[in-house]
């Protein structure tokens, strides 16, 4: 069996990935020859020659990849700061930007012992669990509706050792863990916000499930359910952040500005400049 440069056989699925329209096309055909020769993506370079069955791999799961099924769809899982998530159809791919509200979340926390976190929206629960493996002593909880999501969920949090409480609810819920009540010292959520009809690439619109995307004609029918909840879990000096579509950069913030019992109203930008999300405190409580 003549074996193949496996350099050629990347650049061959690069260009395919480039004709495709995929947006990282070298990055996602590396990924995607890791997974096959079953490296490290920098350690392919140790692996100079492949026998032709390697080839015949990367190129079906290039093709899938040229149909802009998201490359973590075809790789199985996604990573979110320190966890790995098994991902897959029915459920949202964590992205990247989300650790930023993963950072500033974890930023807060450094002084509070034990912190009770709730992740609303939570999906494959990535975010709930790199909260949990980042704070070994946080109870976090996560919460979300979609049936199939919560499968996912609790998937991912067994495969993590159950180190967060599942909750199947709804943010819109007026009881939505009252047992929680004034009790949690930091509320995450990246919920769906994209403004109804608003075109997307097609790894969005035809693989993310549209009830994790959209969120009403204003893109703010769940953020606004999210700040009632939020203003009724804190405890005083408790943080809220919440992940939103870059059209909100003012939106949000006067939203959270509106409610009497959160102060330190923020809003943050990612690292191409555009606003991304926003934070707020439950005002302390009075002396
Ligand atoms: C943008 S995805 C975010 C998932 C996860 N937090 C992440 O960053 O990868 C939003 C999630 O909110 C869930 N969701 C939508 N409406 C909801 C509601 N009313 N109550 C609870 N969860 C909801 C969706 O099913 C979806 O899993």
């Not at 020659?49 to 199985?76: F, S, Y």
């Not at 949990?132 to 495969?159: K, Q, Y």
């Not at 005083?236 to 509106?258: M, Q, S, Y």
């Amino acid at each position: 069996m003549n074996r193949v440069p496996l350099r050629l056989a990347i650049a061959e699925a690069e260009r395919m990935l480039a004709d495709a329209g995929v947006a990282s096309p070298r990055f996602d055909a590396e990924t995607l020859a890791a997974q096959v020769v079953g490296v490290e993506r920098g350690r392919l370079m140790m692996h100079p020659l492949v026998d032709p069955p390697v080839v015949e791999e990367l190129r079906r799961l290039v093709a899938r990849r040229a149909t802009r099924e998201p490359l973590q769809h075809i790789l199985g899982t996604a990573v979110l700061g320190p966890v790995t998530v098994a991902v897959g159809p029915g459920v949202f791919t964590p992205r990247p930007e989300t650790e930023l509200l993963l950072e500033w979340g974890l930023r807060v926390l450094r002084d509070v012992r034990a912190p009770v976190v709730v992740d609303l929206c939570t999906g494959s629960a990535a975010l709930a669990l790199a909260v949990a493996v980042s704070r070994p002593d946080a109870v976090v909880h996560a919460v979300e509706a979609d049936p199939t999501a919560l499968t996912w969920a609790r998937r991912n949090i067994d495969a993590h050792g159950g180190v967060v409480a599942l909750h199947s609810a709804d943010v819109r819920w007026n009881d939505l863990l009252v047992e929680l009540e004034a009790r949690v010292d930091l509320v995450l959520c990246n919920p769906p916000y994209v403004p109804d009809g608003t075109p997307l690439p097609p790894e969005v619109a035809s693989f993310d499930p549209p009830g994790a995307v959209f969120g009403g004609p204003d893109g703010m029918e769940i953020i606004r359910a999210v700040v009632s909840a939020s203003a009724g879990l804190l405890r005083h000096g408790g943080h809220l952040a919440i992940e939103h579509d870059d059209t909100h950069g003012e939106t949000v913030p006067a939203l959270l500005r509106r409610r009497r019992v959160l102060s330190d109203v923020q809003e943050h930008h990612d690292l191409a400049g555009r606003p991304r999300f926003a934070t707020a405190r439950r005002v302390p409580a009075t002396p």
